[in-house]
DNA sequence: CTTAGCACTCTCATAGTGAGAGTGCTAATT
DNA sequence: AATTAGCACTCTCACTATGAGAGTGCTAAG
């Protein structure tokens, strides 16, 4: 069948690509991948494929190499088989996560870690996003003079501080019966129907105002303004390796890419959408610092909620098959851990 | 005098040589520095200067560049006439770390920050060392079957948080007359103090044996066994639009630094010993990826007590009239809000 | 002690050249 | 009708002059 040959090219050239980024020329295709064809014959398909927009040539005389539109042909065949996934590098990784599953932000960043090192690509991690989260407990420590310091606890395992100023200088015993009223009422609710909670009391408040109260809702409406969540990014060494980034304009954006944290935030954020493992190819991506660049996100639940993102940035050249496997196999240890009891 | 006149020379190259990194002709120094003598005569004094090793060349037929003992001097001399400083740049900074004086983290983050984009270099700064630090409280949330969060505040305004592991699962009641026990025996004291403590304690402790007391030690003895201090660095783009950095080779090498977090601290750590602001240059430097680079460092107090570092990386070919006040400035006002009552 | 003059050295940007790789097209072959 | 061999053509890349420019060191004169 026709079709089935043009597929066969097409693999064989991103795969090639993939391990070695130099132009595929129709003689390696036939050499390397076993056509029993001539190189003439691959020419005419691949001069098809480029018609068709999955191959580019750079120029004349040079041998082909892929689009974005061929990566995502690619990824998406491979999904299809999911079965193959090489488990040697998805062991390191776990293992790697397994000495200290404790501690959450050491995890993430670990994981972070773990998946560049191994990846050779950036690994990042996001922190849960705490609006979703359940408060455990919250707690207040009396400060300097008028400033509280209040420190809350998730579910998760995180921890929040945040230094509030207040117009009274409360002693620590009035802290502790704030915070005791608190963790009464609020424990095991979601920061976010706290939230809305404390605007409700708000309104009712001002007729009602006993102080303790008021105060209590005061604090807590400042402390529950907590900045959104943590990115931890690892790997720009690794990935200056590669060759496609002895360009010094490309480092550049990556590493301003890399320093602007709140725009990676946002765009692992709405990346991570749909569960599973995500793919996106160069492209493909709205953020124009990033069209040169793919990503492999997923992910993690406590329970069955999804509280955060992990992944894998590199070029479009990049290895799926290993990428998908370790973001996969990292975000369903994360899972695991977290919805341990 | 014949000694000014080198001085001089070796001067202008400098100032020439850091404003530009162009190797500094003779012609160009008679004419940009106003001396009034002849190219041949100013050739002259650089072979001297070359002799004696504050000047190099990097092939026969260019001109001269500072060698690192030729930035000593130039440092030195700076440090005798302290009294011009550029205010402006200055200014900058405060106005920067003023909005957020309630947080010592984001402050420390932000201090990172706008030391790289003011000077245009890496910006650096150490969370304080917590060894030191005197405890303001301490608290215990059961998080999970046997594991307790501990939660400790400083003086400092720094909250440590830490997952323990317990062979016995203790109720939250247990855990809070655990930690009142623990506040009202440690708060006040330094966290190095009470390692102390406890060590003796849990030498007596077979004897007496109180569960609540020993149970406190175990708990208390593990959260007070965390890491050591965070470090921010920020700017690397910046630093990638310097020419000296160019270089991929060189790229590389100061991302492998950037990213090699623990030997940062401990560079800032071994650095900091003297009081104020401290330059290392080049090859001073014991560190091996650091040979190339300068570091302006100074700590920053709470009350008389130094309790962190902030600082600035930078190539050899630094400003560094405008990295000593900066980091002066920064490391003052930090102190100042660290300090108030 | 200072300076003018000059030969010398080294770098860097530019242009030219040829090997090598790979293509597209055409005509022959199966 | 599909495949292949053959061939002219194109483009890149590494290598090699080549020459301008900048700056020096040295010598001899002021």
């Known amino acids: 069948m026709l079709d089935e040959r043009i597929h066969r090219v097409l693999w064989a050239v991103v795969e090639s690509y993939i391990t070695n980024p130099d132009p595929v020329g129709s003689r390696f295709v036939t050499k390397k991948y076993a056509f029993n064809l001539s190189p003439a014959t691959i020419r005419n398909v691949m001069a098809d494929l480029e018609d068709m927009g999955f191959l580019h040539q ?44 404790n501690d959450i932000n050491a995890l993430l960043k670990e994981t972070s870690k773990a998946l560049s090192t191994v990846s050779h690509y950036l690994g990042v991690a996001l922190t849960p996003r705490s609006e979703k989260a359940t ?4 707690n207040l420590f009396r400060y300097k003079e008028g400033q509280v310091m209040t420190v809350l606890l998730t579910d998760e395992g995180i921890v929040k501080n945040k230094c509030v100023q207040l117009a009274v200088d409360l002693t620590q015993r009035d802290l502790n019966r704030i915070s005791d009223y608190l963790n009464s009422e609020f424990a095991g609710l979601a920061i976010d129907e706290i939230r809305a909670r404390i605007v409700r009391e708000m309104r009712r408040d001002k007729a009602l105002c006993d102080t303790l109260i008021s105060r209590a809702i005061t604090i807590c409406r400042e402390a529950l303004y907590f900045d959104c969540g943590d990115v931890f990014i690892s790997g720009l060494s690794e990935v200056l390796g590669l060759p496609e980034f002895s360009d010094l304009q490309r480092i550049k954006e990556i590493s301003r890419a890399i320093e602007d944290k709140h725009l990676i935030i946002k765009l692992l954020d709405t990346l991570s959408q749909s569960e599973g493992v995500n793919v996106v190819i ?25 509280v955060g993102t992990i992944g894998i940035i590199g070029p479009t050249r990049m290895n799926y098959l290993k990428a998908i496997t370790l973001v996969d196999t990292a975000a369903k240890f994360l899972t695991k851990v977290l919805s341990e009891k």
Chains 1, 2 share one sequence.
């Not at 990566?71 to 090489?86: C, I």
């Not at 408060?135 to 919250?138: A, E, K, M, T, V």
């Open 58 to 101: 750079p120029h004349t005389s040079a041998g082909r190499i892929p689009t974005d539109k061929g990566y995502r042909f690619y990824v998406d065949y491979l999904a299809k088989r999911e079965a193959s996934r090489d488990a040697d590098h998805a062991d390191e990784i776990i293992q790697r996560l397994e000495t200290i599953r």
């Open 135 to 138: 408060l455990r407990g919250i």
């Open 282 to 306: 160069g492209s493909e991506n709205l953020a124009p610092d990033m069209k040169k660049l793919s990503i492999v996100v997923s992910t993690y639940n406590e329970g069955d909620r999804p």
